[in-house]
DNA sequence: ATGCCCTATGATATAGGA
């Protein structure tokens, strides 16, 4: 079985990228965030023509976030139990359901746009309660697999960014989100990391600004997080960095991971 | 070649992205 996620900025504006793509690399399951469109307006019609079931959750003009499956969609649990509010809202920021017997979530994860913001306490909190989430789903899984898939908006390690001089009063690399990550590691998850490029870091974003993906200015940010059922099953995983090139694409890469019987 | 920001919105500017 094929597992991606793919940030994917606008699930409108990238119809025909996103067809072809799927056409492309035949994904079982797609975890898509940043569809920036309301529920009701994602394409499910075109999506289902190419052979997917979606489970949608989307509110306009930021966040959203879907499931797309072609090996069935079950038991679709939209936003984290006890998820945080921004500004007073709930965002559409996570999704999850179960897909061939391997149970997924959708993530996008709050930015956090500078460390002195609310919005970085506001990306502690929620995956603090990420954290939470999966302690207990991670309990009563047993032996089905469990992943928990998206654009984490935190790169791991130093190394998963092109320069980290540049990142001294930035987000995505400071311990306290970090810790986040060792914390949802902490719960019995392992990060299923893709395998690097023959000359670099298998980044997954890239900025539209400054020839970012030409100069390979890239970050690692969007992650796997697995329980050993789901880890075990792995046999490869890549980043689909063709995905990114050329007219029109998403800032963002998709992370493919396939899954052995 | 991988190429000089992009998206959605009460739009002719603005917020957010990372």
Known sequence: MRIATWNINSVTSRLEHLLAWLERVEPDVVCLQELKCATDAVPIESIAAAGYETAAHGNGRWNGVAILSRVGLADVVRDLPAQPEFEGVIEPRAIGATCGGVRVWSLYVPNGREPSHPHFQYKLEWLARLRDTAASEVAV?????????GDYNIAPTDADVWDISEFSESTHVTPEERATLTALAQVGLVEVVPRPLKYDIAYTFW?????AFPKNRGMRIDLAYATKPFATRVTDAWVDRDARKGK?????????????P
């Open 248 to 260: 029109g694409t998403s800032d963002h890469a998709p992370v493919v991971i396939e899954l052995g």
């Open 141 to 149: 899984a047993g032996d089905v697999p469990l992943a928990y898939l």
């Open 207 to 211: 900025d539209y600004r400054q020839l």
